[in-house]
Every structure is written in C-alpha cells, then in structure tokens.
C-alpha cells in the first residue's frame, strides 16, 4: 500500500523554485536599525528565534 506524502512538508513555500526577485524590487532592512545600534538582535520566523550578530569585522552571522 502506497503513503500519502505528509502534507505539513508542504505547508510552508518552496523558496528553492521561486522565480528570482530584481534586488531591488526585496524589502531592504538596515542590521543596524535591527540591532538598535548594538551588536545583537534577535529574529522570530514561524515560533524559531534565531539570533543576528554583527561581528567585530563587520560581518553578519544567523544562528538558532
């Protein structure tokens, strides 16, 4: 007997086959503003907080 897929993988988009945005036509958000003119900041998608650091050189790192 054959499954059906699981249907909750399909709950959320496939970003991944998306047609391609123009830069500019993406919203644009300053790390700073986020941050509020510190280092950190935390971001919540879908109930997961991820934390947003900027590093020391300038850089951006995304953890969960």
């Known amino acids: 007997m054959e499954q059906e897929p699981d249907m909750s993988l399909y709950s959320q988009p ?14 644009l958000h300053s790390a ?13 998608l879908d109930g997961k907080v991820y934390d947003l650091r900027i590093t020391r050189a300038g850089k951006l790192i995304l953890t969960k």
């Open 32 to 44: 700073r503003a986020l941050t509020q003119g510190g280092t950190q900041a935390q971001i919540e």
């Open 14 to 27: 496939d970003f991944t086959r998306s047609t391609p945005v123009a830069r500019n036509d993406l919203p």
